[in-house]
């Protein structure tokens, strides 16, 4: 991809292009240790018709997929995520993470996940898909009960 060709910033500034290094250095700048995440930085990097799916929801678009992450700020005391492994195959960037989140009244609660990116042919992100175990995670921290839920998943699902 040419300079001419990379997407641009509000100021028509060309971007980076996104690739294991751009991608590992701009979440690392959105989540940090002192309170809520400001991902202002990366929607430039995400396409207009952005699609977005994890084990919740399924977002289209990119004002939907702002307002989304706007709702988990909102909902969380503090977010961090510590980017474990980062790859990239063709138009396919994969991130293992661990997020640690801190609600109102709750302790800090950590997920594992990864998250696939496929970038559009101008470079910037058509769709993201997140991979967790949301509620394996969470039962973990409550005594007894992870254990529990564990049993369950493997007596019914293998």
């Given at each position: 991809m040419t300079q001419s060709e990379l997407p641009k910033n509000a100021g028509g500034e060309n971007l980076a292009?996104?690739?294991?290094d751009t991608v590992r250095e701009l979440w690392s700048q959105t989540y940090n240790t002192d309170g809520k995440p400001d991902w202002s930085h990366i929607f430039p990097y995400y396409h207009p018709e952005i699609i977005f799916q994890d084990a919740i929801q399924r977002i289209e678009g990119i004002e939907?997929?702002?307002a989304m992450c706007e709702r988990l700020t909102k909902r969380c005391r503090s977010l961090?995520?510590?980017?474990?492994?980062?790859?990239?195959d063709s138009n396919?960037?994969?991130?293992?993470w661990k997020m640690t989140m801190s609600f109102k009244k709750s302790p800090d609660t950590p997920i594992f996940g990864c998250t696939k990116?496929?970038?559009h042919e101008d470079g910037?992100?058509?769709?993201?898909?997140?991979?967790y175990d949301l509620w394996g995670d969470i039962f973990n921290q409550i005594p007894g009960f992870g254990k529990m839920y564990r049993k369950f998943m493997h007596?019914?699902?293998g």
């Open positions: 292009e996104l690739n294991v939907d997929f702002i961090r995520m510590d980017l474990s492994s980062v790859v990239q396919v960037i994969i991130l293992e990116l496929t970038l910037r992100i058509l769709m993201q898909r997140d991979y007596r019914f699902f």
